[in-house]
DNA sequence: TATTGTTATACTCTATAACTATA
DNA sequence: TATAGTTATAGAGTATAACAATA
């Protein structure tokens, strides 16, 4: 995420909403980041062990649509996810074109403590808001989001509005 | 950025600003690179053309340091940059070690279109918010990323708050 | 001696196309 | 014939290290 640029010192609202918001989300992304990196573990592999602790285990199929990649990507990062230790890749049950990958322990740890670094960072940043605002601000995000999916129906794009 | 996939769906508000503002952030983000692939450059050669027309024309020397970059990446940037004919690479006046590299007609056109569509990005989400709703969204904004620029200071990570 | 930019090398993410094994 | 995953190939972004030209 390099979109610290866009920050245009514009005095307009709207405008000064995005950019406020594409920076934020910019740091947020760079101390997200720090935290995989401590792991030796990058963005796409991280993004894959987080799906699969959501779905549980998987076809690498259903990885690459989950992750919106194409399946050689797939072979890849599950490649180097099995050699440090994050998953496992064993012949599906049922289907033998396929092969099942699952999180070992030490993978579902990290998707653990992911999820907690997640909170505190959060906790950090939004912890000491009043209620109030905090509540108010969430509403115009969400809002915001509807508005984005209305906005891509009428373009024709639909993707990403999804997960 | 591909962090939709953080939305824990976790009810405490200070993670569910936290995921809203990603996943936000994730679509506008998407929207920005279509409108970056339309033109046929990439998110990287695009920072390098916003950081010229930000600060002039740069060595390359400079450029490495505002997009955080080694030297040898804005070689292979630039490169591409004058392939597509959006900057030119001159001998810097006074230092005969380095190259000046300075945007082309159509380097500028593409960085103000990029503005006009940022902006009309900014008015599609943000602009039929009221007023006073949405000053308080970007007080928000403006709090949390002092707050961020705090921890920074406290974890020992400076980088990233500036610019 | 220090700095600017390059060549050399390497790794990761990403994609398309052709191919194998299985359904 | 269609699907799952692989090999082959390619391009972009990123990095370090060694080196040439200049300061």
């Known amino acids: 995420m390099k979109y610290l640029h866009y920050m245009s010192g514009s005095t307009m609202p709207p405008t000064r909403a995005l ?7 910019a740091l947020m992304t760079t101390d997200i980041q720090r935290f995989e990196r401590e792991h030796g573990l990058t963005t796409a592999r991280v993004h894959l062990l987080w799906q699969l602790g ?21 072979t890849g990062l599950v490649d ?14 049922g289907d033998r074109r396929a092969t099942q990958v699952t999180l070992t322990a ?16 959060a906790d950090r940043l939004f912890g000491d808001l009043p209620e109030d605002r905090l509540v108010a601000f969430v509403a115009v995000l969400d809002e ?9 129906g009428e373009t024709g794009e639909q993707e990403g509005t999804a997960s």
């Open 80 to 93: 180097g996810l099995v050699g440090s230790g994050h998953v496992t890749r064993e012949p599906h049950p």
């Open 19 to 25: 950019d406020g918001l594409l920076a934020l989300s």
């Open 106 to 121: 030490a993978g579902s740890r990290f998707v653990t403590e992911l999820q907690r670094s997640h909170q505190d960072l």
């Open 144 to 152: 915001t989001l509807e508005r984005f999916a209305g906005l891509m």
């Open 54 to 74: 959501a779905a549980g285990p998987s076809t690498q199929r259903d990885l690459a649509e989950a992750l919106r990649v194409t399946p050689r990507n797939v």
